[in-house]
């Protein structure tokens, strides 16, 4: 039996989701506009995450159906492809999330037009692909994994140079919003952190790595194992989601042009210099070019399993690159539209979440590591929780 720490991985790759350019730019903004006011809503989606990763990983380990695999068993073909068509929309959301996240990145290092990073982004996920294709799995593990610790890296940097205000930051855990604007913000870092494609990718990281054992004492040992990687990953993810909070909080609060990745890059490098705003833009570009690789790979993991059939490699690709280039093509404000994606990424959370929870309660499918009533009620307290946000910011949009 290899040992437990050679069996972590696949927490890590789908940790990518929730540290993508999306993020990025919630989170800026949110600390650029609210101080710490919204510090609670990353501890809350990162509860929730976690939770929610470790249902979906445990589908795929003990069912050995991946959760697209696992919907399609129980629905009908009509549903099946309706419920296809808003996963395909929340997979383009995450695309332009992804690469004009990288875009930015590569015109903040390098002065590249944002269609020509956009373009570059996309081909170097196709690379990243390609090791996975050519390589396996544990190999993109961690390729995957590397790029994480330079994101990490390159955000907590700004924390170390400048640490937040204890006090103030303790304050910013009581839940709170401040008007409409604070809603919409809080709803775009939930679907930041909570991502649909992350839910249903990691049932099948979790399977492909770990196959299908029959219940016993080596099911209930991974079962163990996945735990401690979901949580090491959701630490790791948590640390960077909450520094970007901070950062900007502490830093960019009543500036001007902070409503931007490039404003907030331009007022880290007149704050805190310019090796602090070096790592910053290093470390968006890594999520860029991670997230889209890591997203492309779930896109072609629900088109499977939800439509039964596959598709080749640049082709799927295509499909959710090019929105995300004609964005950039058209000239439309770029962090605007990664919030905007986030807020679409957020009302595709309840159609992962709640076939996941059902099916991790179903006895039929998960035998004896059916879902416990606490854990299947805290499921059932997430999925609420995120769909009364989502009705809320409808009411208050529409309001305004």
């Given amino acids: 039996m290899r040992p437990s720490w050679f069996l972590l991985g696949p927490a890590f790759v789908a940790a990518i989701a929730y540290v993508d350019p999306g993020n990025v730019a919630a989170n800026i903004s949110a600390g650029a506009q609210y101080g710490f006011l919204l510090v609670w809503v990353i501890f809350l989606a990162n509860a929730m995450a976690g939770l ?51 875009a930015i990145a590569l015109h903040l290092l390098f002065d590249l037009p944002l269609l020509v990073g956009g373009v570059i982004t996309g081909v170097v996920s196709l690379l990243l692909l390609a090791v996975q294709n050519r390589r396996g799995q544990r190999t993109f593990e961690r390729v995957i994994s590397g790029l994480l610790l330079i994101i990490a890296i390159g955000f907590l940097t700004s924390v170390f140079v400048e640490p937040p205000p204890l006090g103030a930051a303790a304050e910013g855990l009581v839940p709170r919003f401040e008007g409409p604007e604070s809603v919409l913000l809080a709803t775009a870092m939930l679907g930041a952190t909570v991502m649909p494609h992350a839910v249903y990718l990691h049932s099948g990281l979790a399977r492909d790595r770990h196959g299908h054992p029959e219940p016993g004492p ?58 602090v705003a070096l790592f910053f833009a290093i470390g968006l570009l890594a999520s860029g070019l991670a997230s889209t ?3 492309a790979y779930a896109g072609a993991m629900i088109m499977a399993g939800l439509l039964h059939r596959t598709y080749p490699l640049l082709v799927r690709r295509l499909v959710t690159l090019v929105p995300a280039l004609v964005i950039l093509a058209i000239g439309i404000d770029p962090s605007r539209a990664l919030v ?34 606490v854990t299947t009620a805290l499921g059932w307290t997430v999925a609420a929780l995120i769909i009364a946000l989502n009705v809320v910011l409808i009411y208050l949009t529409v309001r305004r």
């Fill in 293 to 295: 690789s890591v997203g």
């Fill in 218 to 275: 080596r099911r209930s040992w991974l079962l163990r194992v996945t735990r401690v990687d979901v949580g090491l990953a959701m630490l790791v993810a948590g640390a960077v989601n909450l520094s970007m909070v901070l950062i900007a909080a502490t830093n960019l609060q009543g500036r001007d042009n902070t409503d931007s990745i490039e404003g907030a890059h331009a007022a880290v490098r007149d704050t805190l210099g310019p090796t």
């Fill in 52 to 102: 929610v990763q470790y249902l979906s990983a445990k589908l795929g380990l003990v069912s050995g159906r991946t959760l697209p695999e696992a919907v399609a068993d129980h629905t009908r073909t009509p549903t099946r492809i309706g419920y296809w068509l808003q996963a395909e929309l929340v997979a383009m959301a995450t695309d332009l999330a992804e690469v004009v996240g990288g």
């Fill in 340 to 373: 905007i994606s986030q807020v679409v990424l957020s009302f595709g959370i309840p159609f992962a979440l709640v076939p996941l929870v059902r099916l991790t309660s179903n006895r039929a499918v998960m035998g004896d590591d059916t879902n416990h009533r």
